[in-house]
């Protein structure tokens, strides 16, 4: 069993930087992968970054080469930092897990679910 509570969401001018943080709780935090999705008002939640056991990490063509995932196993935490933030990545970010070492793009894959944080970002 994993808990997941996510933090650091608020509010940013476009062009700024947010880090989010989700902590988790379990004894097995290494085991899982990881992933972050977002949910716009009226759009389906989407996948944004993933970072499996290993290590590797994925992301949506959108967020690449302005979002980083990394985890610290020791701290039971994984992060996304968010730079150069547009209106378009306003959304409840979530943080999500599965055990094993694949990191899926598809919700149903994902067993663990955080309550999600506000990012607005604005123009």
């Known amino acids: 069993q994993v808990q997941l509570v996510e933090s650091g969401g608020g509010l940013v001018q476009a062009g700024g930087s947010l880090r989010l943080s989700c902590a988790a709780s379990?004894?097995?935090?290494?085991?899982?992968?990881l992933g972050w999705f977002r949910q716009a008002p009226g759009k389906e939640r989407e996948f944004v970054a993933g970072?499996?056991?290993?290590?590797?990490?994925y992301y949506v063509d959108s967020v690449k080469g302005r979002f980083s995932i990394s985890r610290d196993n020791a701290k039971n935490m994984v992060y996304l930092q968010m730079n150069s933030l547009k209106p378009e990545d306003t959304a409840v970010y979530y943080c999500a897990a599965v055990n094993g070492n694949t990191v899926y793009s598809q919700t149903a894959q994902y067993n663990y679910w955080g309550q999600g944080t506000q990012v607005t970002v604005s123009s």
């Open positions: 970072i499996s056991v290993r290590q590797s990490s």
């Open positions: 379990g004894r097995t935090f290494s085991w899982y992968s």
